[in-house]
């Protein structure tokens, strides 16, 4: 019974893309601040993300979450650190792509496209 309710439960979890492009002045200052590169280390540690690629502007990440609250709570901590507005997509991995068209086509066809 314990395995069904854990692979039900991660059935459930929703994927999230997070991406961050910070202002220059803020990713400079980063650059320059133990105490601030300390911070962010902190919070991504608490966000718990799946994967995470940064380039010399951006950062992205996926992260899993079950509720509004519990992406809130892991993406609070970048409006304040780096003083930007993430942008937050859901995410799917291919496994479940085939079943997102699918359902988008149902979708289209209700509209009449």
Known sequence: MKDYYASYHDLRRMKFLIELYPPVDVKNNFEK????????????ERMKPLSAWF?????????????SEELNKKVAPLFYLFKTDPKISPAFGLDEFPKIVAGLGEEAKKYGY
């Open 55 to 67: 380039t010399y502007r951006y950062g992205f990440f996926v992260v899993e979450a079950n509720s």
């Open 33 to 44: 601040s133990p105490d601030l590169q300390k911070k962010v280390g902190e919070a991504i």
